[in-house]
């Protein structure tokens, strides 16, 4: 991405499974935030967000998170308010959107929404 | 014969959730609905997943107990078993489209051998419904393809910038609902207004679990609780005239809310006229705010937000997200949101109108949140930054 005044941001993705742990340190090192993305089709994708709430727990701690959970056109089940619940029983207020990976506006506002939780005064 | 119209009912054996969800839709995507996942009592074939440590388990009770429907094997390793038709893994699409064919014919063969005289069937005889437990198991999943194509399961999110918001929300002629001095006039009644009665109806829907619908003198909105859907056949100029109106004492005599009527329930539905539930009260309600609050709301009291609106399925109207962000932190009164996050009142106005309707905000009730007061909001050290992020992604030159 490339920003006003030449800067480029670079956005690293990693994948979920366990055997790729070792790159997530390396990762979020320097990080802003935590775009979490859960496929809603999973058995259980509630195990899914805690273990990764779990795991990136310091990190969240001193950034934020938001939390896109995609395949929702598949599986309407469990809803996003469910996914509130569940987040609300271990206190957290995150950013949670029904998003479709492909599609540049859900994405994009799936990041607004992380950065204004970091600043709220973020002026547009 | 049009196989799509009479799949094969088939039963899955020794995958895993995901495995069988997998298949599943393979079935019904790739193999163009051939055949159909149901539960083993009612399946007319089986398949099996030999690799699995069940599913040879399963597959040797199978061969054991002779069941007399035919069999499909998946397997990586190529011997085959003595009746079953083996597809080698990786699947391909072809070989199971074959199997499947191979399978249809040997059952076609049993019935034939087994039909019973044709006197046994009297014309005029109406056909047994169908089994509660003949339904595809796999109910939470989308097999239609159509249903995909609905604007309810796909409608990404509008954002409106400050210059579209008077084109698209409106305003109300005489009163300025951003200075302060005419805040008291600034409300509206949502009962007064479509939303109203659109919450109304959603609440008997949702409460009795049934398809509703609401009639106005208008097109009727049709309301569809088990899917979080609702339908109505006008475009969205009509909807938005409609949904600012105050609706006087005639028409209001005219709104009800009853069971589907029978033409209706057999009627076919334009997909892009169905809409998620939440989506469309949203929308509404902003509509009928016009960048005024409720009149339930107080606004001397503070409000707070329970949780963030779905903004990707959301018409996001100007600083929504900003407004969202700040109350999630704590109450705030509405004057406050607008003065800290240095914008006009209407935009908080409008914000809180729409969340109020899908029960998203409220007011504060407790004197504890009152007693103390939200924290300040303090610049992110890396502002700069995430401004200059901001702007790229909204599209704007720094």
């Known amino acids: ?124 | 014969m049009d196989k799509n119209k009479n799949p094969l009912k088939v039963a899955l054996h020794g995958m895993d959730e995901r495995s069988y969800k997998m298949m599943a839709m393979y079935l019904q995507g790739p193999c163009k609905g051939v055949a159909a996942v149901v539960n083993p009592p009612n399946a007319e074939i089986d398949i099996f997943d030999a690799d699995s440590v069940t599913g040879q388990r399963l597959l040797r009770e199978r061969i054991d107990g002779q069941a007399a429907r035919p069999l499909i094997v998946l397997s990586l390793n190529a011997s085959s078993i003595e009746g079953a038709f083996r597809i080698g893994k990786p699947v391909k699409t072809e070989e199971m489209l074959n199997a499947l064919a191979k399978a249809r014919a040997q059952l076609e063969q049993t019935a034939k051998a087994a039909q019973p005289p044709r006197s046994s069937f009297t014309a005029g005889t109406e056909a047994p419904p169908v089994a509660e437990a003949d339904k595809p198991v796999l109910k939470n999943y989308v097999m239609e393809t159509d249903e995909q194509k609905k604007t309810s399961k796909h409608q990404a999110a509008m954002q409106l910038n400050e210059k579209g918001f008077g084109a698209f929300i409106g305003n109300v002629p005489g009163i300025d609902v951003n200075d302060p001095r005419q805040f008291a006039r600034a409300s509206y009644n949502p009962k007064e207004y479509f939303q109203g009665y659109v919450e109304s109806a959603y609440k008997v829907s949702r409460e009795k679990n049934q398809t509703r619908q609401l009639n106005s003198g208008w097109n009727p909105l049709i309301i569809l609780p088990d899917n979080d859907e609702v339908w109505l056949d006008v475009d969205e100029n009509q909807l938005r005239a409609f949904a600012g109106l105050a609706i006087n004492s005639t028409l209001g005599s005219k709104m009800s809310v009853t069971p589907l009527s029978p033409d209706l329930a057999d009627a076919e539905r334009a997909l892009d006229r169905f809409h998620s539930m939440d989506a469309f009260l949203w929308k509404v309600a902003c509509w009928a705010s016009k960048g005024r609050y409720p009149s339930t709301i107080d606004i001397k009291q503070p409000v707070y937000l329970k949780s963030w609106p779905n903004f990707t399925r959301l018409l996001v109207t100007p600083h929504a997200l900003r407004i969202a962000a700040l109350l999630v932190q704590g109450p705030r009164t509405l004057p406050d949101v607008a003065e800290v996050l240095n914008i006009k009142p209407q935009y908080v106005f409008v914000f809180i109108s729409a969340a109020c309707s899908l029960g998203l905000a409220a007011q504060v009730r407790r004197e504890a949140d009152v007693l103390v007061q939200s924290p300040e909001i303090k610049p992110n050290k890396n502002q700069g930054l995430l401004k200059r992020i901001l702007s790229t992604l909204l599209g704007k030159k720094a």
């Open chain 1, 1 to 124: 991405m490339n920003l006003p005044g030449g800067e480029k941001l670079h956005l690293y993705g990693t994948p979920g499974q366990e055997r790729f742990d070792f790159m997530w340190d390396i990762l979020v090192n320097g990080g802003i935030g935590l775009v979490l993305l859960l496929d809603n089709t999973r058995a259980d994708p509630f195990q899914d967000m805690k273990f990764f709430l779990d795991t990136f727990d310091k990190f969240i701690s001193t950034t934020t998170v938001a939390i896109g959970v995609t395949q929702m056109d598949l599986s309407s089940k469990p809803t996003i308010d469910d996914y509130h619940v569940q987040l609300r029983n271990i206190g957290l207020k995150p950013p949670v959107f029904a998003v479709d990976a492909r599609v540049k506006s859900d994405v994009s506002l799936l990041i607004q929404s992380l950065l204004y939780t970091l600043d709220p005064g973020l002026e547009e």
